[in-house]
Nanobody
Framework: QVQLVESGGGLVQPGGSLRLSCVAS????????MHWVRQAPGKGLEWLSI????????RTVDAVKGRFTISRDNAKNTLYLQMNRLNTDDTAVYYC???????WGQGTQVTVSS
């Protein structure tokens, strides 16, 4: 069965960094585009970033471009999101999903607070 398991969230102070991970199983990870999406409290889903199967092409939303970096390790079936210079507006549940957005993990909570 397809599974996506996000981890790495937590409580961090403004200006801090976190690296999120998403471990995939049950499908051929290495041929799929992958995305990071987040949902802030009381808000809808916000698409963040996409990475191609080979991991050498990405696009990132302007709101986090330059601070967030998507990457992947196909040998480990793992997607990453490096988040730097976090601010309170980054507080959200972060999800990974594949190109078709048909499968989602449980999400990982990121809370940015002083």
């Amino acid at each position: 069965q397809v599974q996506l398991v996000e981890s790495g969230g937590g409580l961090v102070q403004p200006g801090g960094s976190l690296r999120l991970s998403c471990v995939a199983s049950g499908f051929t990870f290495s041929i799929n585009y992958m995305h990071w999406v987040r949902q802030a409290p009381g808000k809808g889903l916000e698409w963040l970033s996409i990475i191609n199967p080979g991991g050498d092409a990405t696009r990132t939303v302007d709101a986090v471009k330059g601070r967030f970096t998507i990457s992947r390790d196909n040998a480990k079936n793992t997607l990453y999101l490096q988040m730097n210079r976090l601010n309170t507006d980054d507080t959200a549940v972060y999800y990974c999903t594949h190109g078709g957005w048909g499968y989602w993990g449980q999400g990982t909570q990121v809370t940015v607070s002083s």
